[in-house]
């Protein structure tokens, strides 16, 4: 837009953005804006990003009566909002309203902030930094923590002085603690008084707050992401945020935006208070929600645990300890850049089976638990698989007479659960709930509320959703990733029963071999203990994912896409006659959910979002047997769009990810130190070890190399 044009425009509503600034409704031109379009130091930046055209769009949005009764802090992105609304074909208000809510600014993800370790980051506006190029620095850290407790305190869910109960997954060791001092220092400068669990599973630090009575809290972890990664999660009495609310995504992003060129205060430096014996007193709480006789039942059972070398690596070994059953614990030597190194569920994830044939080709810990299968005389050698943070768990069992691996994922082990639960607390299911989401195989719900009668309901990806679930008793909440919630009971210090809504991986997978054994399950069942349907992922990583949102041209596309291919795979009979595809809404507006039905109801669903913890995009196609060539030409061709369209030209790992497969092209496998030699000689700048790790994870997960260890380094091969 011409900049005196767009200044005189500024100045015109100038009256309405003074009013809403001082209810903290504040405008961007678009999220890379240097700063608020109502301050005229940045008028000529801004004027570039709004066309002549929208200036009476311009004038719509911003004195919409909409906003005039909006009651929280929010930043709006004005050209996104500006684009919403000259595209849609809804009445007015309406256009309005669905405009400025698809555009309101979320720096939040799935499950709190994550980002690419940037440790020496010296841009000033960290939160610029972060939003182009996904950089985790010190910076961001530190405002994002400060945002974090200025929210909690202007709303009164704390004072200043009151406690703050921090913790980390170990990953930070890494860079030396960088990350967690910046933790520490951002809650401190807004006045909060930090207690510091160390490195612990994330469950621990709610389950800490709940105890003592702390209503705030933070984890420095990345979960099951790569070690060059890192992120916050934050609770707020024992919960995770949700976007909405007071103290939601949207308003800590306003805050985030508003303190982004916040001083560190040099004077003022964070003396965190240790949590004293907080190990022990967390391995008494897991083995006081087992089952009482949780040693009788495992008893002969040997257990393979691997930790991820992430922030269970000690605790897991205790509790095991404890309950005095034979397990053998690999990848427990945490150093920060080996944590989920060729370990851990996100090693795992997506695949049903290990068989003995491929044994080569499978990571260690696998590789034990084969072996110690083989030289078991029963089947009773089980593998527990954690992630980085703990939070998640599989459960791995050896089938001795098909000498093979099986893998139980959350849905499999939350059916389990739920079924154990029933079977021996003797609770009426009609008085319960059994909650999934929509990552699960389509049939979790279905079989629940069909063989146990329990209540169902699918909610969107993220285990923030289940712990927010409120429409009745929750029984089991789950998602196929190896989330599972049980409501963990227990008294605090003041004496009142809470309850602690947050996966424990350990926990999981020691609730699920109890149920199989104490429910007797056959080798079948134990398999597959509902009748599960189809599932596939198809990934794109190092992507922008700005371009994809509710009604954005991608999205749209994306819809097209999905609809043309039913139609193909109808017309190659693949797919039933009277096939009809639905578009449904769900808790997170920017999912592309879409349903697949036929006379019979639904037989299938696809559904489009970009990772809230990853820097990837992913398309999930899910139904019942039968369909499954149908729904993988869908996934394929969506994935196609998203490679060609997605990626992420400023990202230097696009780079490397193009070099590497350019070099697989001229040879059936490859050693990853010689990859490193030649990128070395033919990209600028060097890779970094975790850097690298974690391009090839990339290309492992979007399904175009195949990885494996050999004589003591890793292969790569192109598929």
């Not at 301050?39 to 200036?55: H, L, Q, S, V």
Request: charged letters at 25%; proline letters at 3%.
């Amino acid at each position: 837009m011409d900049l005196k044009v767009f200044t005189v425009l500024v100045q015109k509503n100038e009256a309405i953005l003074k009013k809403l600034a001082q209810r903290n409704i504040r405008f961007v031109a678009d999220v890379l804006s240097d700063g608020y379009i109502d301050n005229a130091e940045f008028n000529i930046g801004n004027a570039e990003k709004i066309r002549d055209e929208d200036a009476s769009a311009f004038s719509v949005i911003i004195n919409a009566d909409f906003l005039t009764g909006y009651p929280h802090p929010v930043l709006i992105d004005l050209k996104k909002a500006i684009g919403l609304y000259a595209d849609s074909n809804a009445p007015k208000e309406k256009r309005i309203e669905s405009a400025l809510l698809m555009s309101r600014v979320n720096f939040m993800g799935t499950d709190g902030i994550r980002g690419k370790v940037v440790a020496d980051g010296k841009n000033n506006d960290c939160v610029t930094l972060f939003v182009r190029d996904m950089a985790f620095t010190p910076g961001l850290v530190r405002i994002t923590s400060y945002s974090f407790a200025k929210m909690c305190i202007d709303n009164g869910i704390v004072r200043t002085g009151d406690a703050v109960v921090i913790g980390n997954d170990g990953r930070d060791k890494a860079f030396d603690w960088v990350l967690n001092k910046a933790v520490c220092m951002g809650l401190s400068q807004a006045g909060l008084t930090v207690y510091d669990c160390g490195v612990v599973p994330t469950a621990i630090v709610p389950y800490t707050m709940l105890k003592r009575g702390i209503h705030c809290a933070a984890m420095l972890t990345a979960s099951h992401n790569p070690s060059n990664q890192n992120g916050i999660k934050f609770f707020i009495d024992g919960k995770k945020m949700l976007p909405e609310g007071e103290c939601g995504d949207y308003v800590l992003s306003a805050y985030m935006y508003a303190h982004r060129f916040l001083k560190q205060n040099q004077e003022k430096r964070c003396q965190a208070h240790e949590m004293p014996d907080i190990l022990t007193e967390s391995k008494e709480f897991i083995r006081s929600v087992l089952p009482a006789h949780a040693s009788e039942t495992l008893k002969g059972t040997t257990i393979v645990l691997d930790n991820a070398n992430g922030a269970f690596a000690e605790l897991s070994r205790m509790v095991l300890r404890d309950l005095a059953i034979s397990f053998v614990s690999v990848n427990e030597a945490p150093i920060g850049a080996n944590i989920n190194l060729h370990c851990g569920v996100a090693e795992i994830e997506g695949t049903e089976f290990f068989y003995a044939n491929d044994l080569g080709m499978c990571i260690p810990f696998v590789r034990e638990l084969f072996s110690r299968g083989r030289a078991s005389q029963s089947q009773k050698v089980f593998g527990i698989a954690l992630d980085g943070d703990g939070d998640r768990g599989f459960v791995l069992f050896y089938d001795k007479e098909k000498d093979l691996v099986a893998v139980l994922d959350g849905d499999k082990c939350g059916y389990i659960i739920a079924q154990y639960y029933i079977e021996n607390k003797k609770i009426n299911p009609k008085d319960y709930w059994f909650v999934s989401t929509i990552e699960s195989d389509i049939m979790t719900a279905v079989s629940a509320q069909k063989n146990f009668g329990l209540h169902s309901k699918v909610v969107s990806v993220g285990d923030k959703w289940i712990g927010g679930f409120n429409e009745g008793n929750l029984l089991v909440g789950l998602e196929i990733s190896g989330h599972c919630i049980v409501p963990l009971t227990f008294t605090a210090d003041d004496g009142k029963k809470v309850s602690l809504v947050s996966g424990i991986g350990l926990l999981t997978g020691l609730l699920a071999i109890i149920a199989i054994k104490e429910l007797k399950l056959s080798a079948e069942k134990i398999v597959e203990p509902f009748e599960s349907g189809f599932s596939k992922t198809f990934y794109t990583f190092f992507v922008d994912k700005t371009m994809l949102y509710r009604n954005s041209p991608l999205w749209n596309a994306d819809r097209k896409i999905v609809a043309n291919t039913v139609q193909k795979q109808i017309r190659c009979s693949l797919l039933p006659a009277d096939t009809t595809v639905l578009f449904e809404d769900k808790e997170d507006p920017n999912v592309l959910y879409i349903t697949l039905n036929d006379k019979q109801g639904l037989f299938g669903c696809v559904f489009v979002r970009n990772s809230g913890t990853e820097d990837k995009t992913a398309v999930y196609v899910k139904g019942r047997r039968g369909i499954q060539d149908a729904l993988l030409a869908i996934g394929k061709e969506v994935q196609a769009h998203h490679i060609r369209e997605m990626k992420n030209k400023t990202r230097i790992e696009l780079l490397y990810e193009n070099r590497i497969m350019k070099l697989l092209e001229h040879t059936p496998e490859i050693d990853l130190n010689d990859i490193k030699i030649e990128l070395l000689k033919e990209c600028s700048p060097a890779i970094g070890e975790s850097d690298l790790h974690s391009i090839v994870h990339a290309l492992k997960k979007e399904g175009r190399i195949n990885v494996w260890q050999a004589e003591g380094t890793t292969k790569i091969s192109k598929i």
